[in-house]
Every structure is written in C-alpha cells, then in structure tokens.
C-alpha cells in the first residue's frame, strides 16, 4: 500500500501532493500547488471533491504484493485498502469532519495527475473536510 495526500487546506501546509513515508511518519511532497482542477476530471467529474481540505489516495503496487504472496496479493491489497478507508473515516468523524469513500474514478488519467509510477494503481480516494 502506499498512501499519498492530495492538500488543499491544511493549516498552514503548502497545497501539493504528498506521499506519506510509514517508516517515520511523516510526509514527503512529491507535487507543489494546487490540484483541485484536474483531480475531479480524473475522478468521473466530481466537481465537489475540489471543495475537500485533503484527499486521501489508496494505492498499491501488485507486483510488490504478488511477489511475495502470489495471486492472494491481489485480494489482501483490497482488504488492506478497505481497512484504510475505514480507519480514515473513523478518524474523520471523530474530528467533525466530512468524508466519504470515492471508487469512481478513471485509473489511468489519476495516475497521470498525481504522477504515479507505471507499477502504482490508485485503488481508491477519500475526501476529508468536505461540507455535509
């Protein structure tokens, strides 16, 4: 799994993308300025993801996954992608804040957007912050 920021309104964070290194916990900005034009147009149009302070996107790496558990990697990326989901949106419910789960979503021109490696796939985007 690898887990990337899309900010926008995060205190005082430059608005960018970032990649959130698990060893230490921090994150890396990969992206610098704002990515809410083309964002919804990789994600089927949906003008109101610009409106979310951050949006969270899911990834892996299948062939990471599939060489070390075979074709189970497959199956144990999505669990692990759902476990994510849930454990962000808990945390943003805890916070009073808006979220949602977003599987909607053209793979390639994400990709292209958020300037993934060709063996990295989005599997899914959380908004957070958005208006209830």
């Known amino acids: 799994m690898e887990i990337y920021a899309v900010v926008t309104k995060v205190g005082e964070r430059e608005q960018g993308l970032y990649h959130y ?3 230490n916990h921090t994150l890396e900005q ?3 300025g704002d990515l809410r034009g083309p964002l ?8 109101w993801l610009s409106q979310a302070a951050a949006i969270i996107v899911v990834s892996a790496d299948y062939s990471r996954a599939t060489a070390r558990y075979g074709e189970r990697g497959f199956r144990n990326l999505h669990i692990k992608a759902g476990h994510v989901g849930q454990n962000l949106a808990l945390q943003a419910i805890a916070r009073g804040l808006g979220t ?3 599987g909607a979503f053209y793979d390639e021109q994400l990709s292209e957007i958020l300037n993934f490696s060709q063996n990295l796939d989005p599997l899914h985007i959380i908004p957070v912050g958005h208006p209830r």
């Open 40 to 47: 919804p147009e990789g994600a089927l149009m949906q003008e």
């Open 30 to 32: 990969k992206i610098s």
């Open 21 to 23: 290194q698990i060893g």
């Open 100 to 102: 949602n789960m977003v």
